[in-house]
Each structure stands twice: as structure tokens, then as C-alpha cells.
Nanobody, 122 residues
Framework: VQLQACGGGLVQAGGSLRLSCAAS????????MGWFRQAPGKEREFVAS???????LYEDSVKGRFAISRDTNGNMLYLQMNTLKPEDTAVYSC?????????????????WGRGTLVTVSS
């Protein structure tokens, strides 16, 4: 398994969760990483991306609430989610991009992990 996300669960609105994604060194090194989500009945959408140099990019609705980070030593990707809303409910997946630059386009990612479900109750 090259990408494995975990940390999802059930949380009340206003609460917090931290998602983690373990990556193989081969796909983590020198590549940007990203988080995407897919809500029931909706298409997958971009959430956040971080470049190899840790420059970040966020979807507008999560700016100021979510924070993406990476631990180069441990080949780990994180998504800290605060002030969660019911509309954040989705399956969250981590992905590795083809290059070092942060990107919101799913077609720029060539490795995808199995998602983890986040449910936010009102």
C-alpha cells in the first residue's frame, strides 16, 4: 500500500479532527501531496495541497479552518480540520502529485489512497 489515510470519524459541528496519511518514500519524496473529498451523491472535490517545499493551497470553503502539513522525515501527510461543519461530511482521500508544485487539479495526481470517512453531525 503506497498511501493509507486514517483519522476519520464522527464529530459534532464545531469540533476538530486530524487526518493522517502514510506514504511510501518513493512517492512522497519530491512530490506535492493533496487531500480530496467526496460527499454522498457528489463529485470528488479538492480540499488542500502542499508542495514539496511546504507551500500550501486551499479550497475556499476550508480556508482558515483546515491546515495541511507534511512530515518529510516520516513520510506523513496531515490535515488538521477545525470548526467542522455538516457540509464537510465526506470521504477524505490523500493523493500524491506527479511533481513538486501544489495543485488543485485531480488529474495532476497519480497515486490515490483509500479514503477515510468524516461525518459531522449538526
Amino acid at each position: 500500500v503506497q498511501l493509507q489515510a486514517c483519522g476519520g470519524g464522527l464529530v459534532q459541528a464545531g469540533g476538530s479532527l486530524r487526518l493522517s496519511c502514510a506514504a511510501s518514500r518513493r512517492i512522497f519524496s519530491n512530490n506535492a501531496m493533496g487531500w480530496f473529498r467526496q460527499a454522498p451523491g457528489k463529485e470528488r472535490e479538492f480540499v488542500a495541497s502542499i508542495s514539496w517545499k511546504s507551500e500550501t493551497l486551499y479550497e475556499d470553503s476550508v480556508k482558515g479552518r483546515f491546515a495541511i502539513s507534511r512530515d518529510t522525515n516520516g513520510n506523513m501527510l496531515y490535515l488538521q480540520m477545525n470548526t467542522l461543519k455538516p457540509e464537510d461530511t465526506a470521504v477524505y482521500s490523500c493523493a500524491a502529485a506527479r511533481g513538486p508544485v501544489a495543485t488543485s487539479r485531480s488529474t495532476n495526481y497519480n497515486y490515490w489512497g483509500r479514503g477515510t470517512l468524516v461525518t459531522v453531525s449538526s
